[in-house]
């Protein structure tokens, strides 16, 4: 038994880094100007990317916009990515800044909603639900509504937020991402969830 789990876990380490070593490669052949390459790049970030941009700009025509420009950003200065962080550490850093700066050019007051989650990638809907029909519409419903409240927090620390819940970086990445300090990034978690709290516990 012990065997047959070292084999799958040392089969799963493989085949992360053959698609490590795959995606280094599109990024090699990318900063020589291949843009068949960073097609492949694009397939393979684009949800993942449009996903962040939805959850900060919540707005879909927003969302995909700032996708489309975060790639053409990317191929744009794609010859100044150093490959000392992974690929999807700069890509984020790019999107995000992009909402951000979006965000902060918004006039006050301003207010988007995604009434319609039909066809989104909403992440309430991806988490798998266990229990009976009723446990499983509770349990969506909370997570709709923490989901909301994320979406009234400060621009920057709803980035940390997602990159940290929902992208699952660590601390040191998420410092790298948004370039600051590692103490800046865990002091806007734990100001967020504190804000979290207060709001779901209001409600």
């Given amino acids: 038994m012990n065997e047959f789990a070292d084999s ?20 090699a052949a990318s900063q020589h100007g291949d843009t068949r390459a960073f097609n492949r790049l694009v397939l393979k970030w684009e949800k993942s990317v449009y996903n962040v941009a939805l959850r900060i700009l919540r707005d879909r025509e927003e969302a995909a916009e700032a996708t489309q420009d975060a790639f053409f950003l990317a191929f744009k200065n794609i010859k100044r ?11 984020y850093r790019i999107i995000i800044n992009h909402c951000l700066t979006q965000v902060k050019q ?14 989104v990638e ?26 909301a409240a994320v979406w009234h927090l400060p621009p920057e620390q709803q980035a940390v937020i997602e990159l940290k819940f929902f992208k ?15 103490s800046t ?19």
């Fill in 8 to 27: 799958m876990i040392q089969s799963e380490r493989s085949s992360i880094s053959s698609d490590q070593a795959q995606e280094n490669s599109w990024v």
């Fill in 81 to 91: 990515f150093r490959r000392d962080s992974k690929f999807s550490t700069w890509l």
């Fill in 106 to 119: 918004r006039p006050p007051g301003t207010h988007c909603s995604l009434e319609d989650e039909s066809g």
């Fill in 122 to 147: 909403n992440p309430a809907s991806q988490l798998r639900i266990t229990g009976n029909q009723v446990g499983n519409l509770i349990e969506r419903e909370q997570r709709e509504r923490v989901l």
């Fill in 168 to 182: 699952e970086l660590t601390f040191e990445e998420i410092a790298s991402v948004l370039e600051v300090p590692l």
């Fill in 185 to 203: 990034i865990k002091s806007r978690l734990y100001s967020g969830l504190e804000m979290l709290k207060t709001r779901l516990g209001a409600e």
